[in-house]
């Protein structure tokens, strides 16, 4: 299983021979993800939300994990709801070495 983290503002991907098209598949999940999010309107710019999640083959998603998601304002359930309303979430091209099994991903939604 591959791992990739991410935030809305800033994608991340190890630097490797595909480091381009990882870090091209990261924004892409990054921006369809931020696309279906409406965030609080008491978010403060300290508060952020973790997300730990698996992506299947298909763009489903499996062992979601918020335990690192403030509570406070309703940040986690507007994470949460973004997270329901990405789903499936985007596909790697083939050729990225990214299509095979299960990507785990950590995003980090703040303002």
């Known amino acids: 299983m591959k791992a990739l983290c991410c935030a809305l503002a800033l994608a991340l991907a190890p630097m490797a021979a595909t480091a381009l098209s990882e870090r ?27 997300l730990s999640l698996e992506i299947t ?18 940040l986690q359930a507007s994470a949460l709801r973004a997270i329901s309303r990405s789903t499936p ?9 990214l299509d095979s099994g299960k990507l785990k991903v950590i995003l980090y939604l703040r303002r």
Request: hydrophobic fraction near 30%.
């Open 24 to 50: 091209d598949y990261v924004m892409r999940l990054a921006h369809h993800v931020r696309s279906h999010w409406v965030p609080p309107r008491n978010l403060r710019s300290d508060e952020t939300c973790a």
């Open 89 to 97: 979430m985007p596909l790697p091209l083939p050729d990225t070495g």
């Open 57 to 74: 083959a298909t763009g489903s998603v499996e062992n979601l994990d918020h335990s690192r998601c403030s509570q406070r304002g309703g």
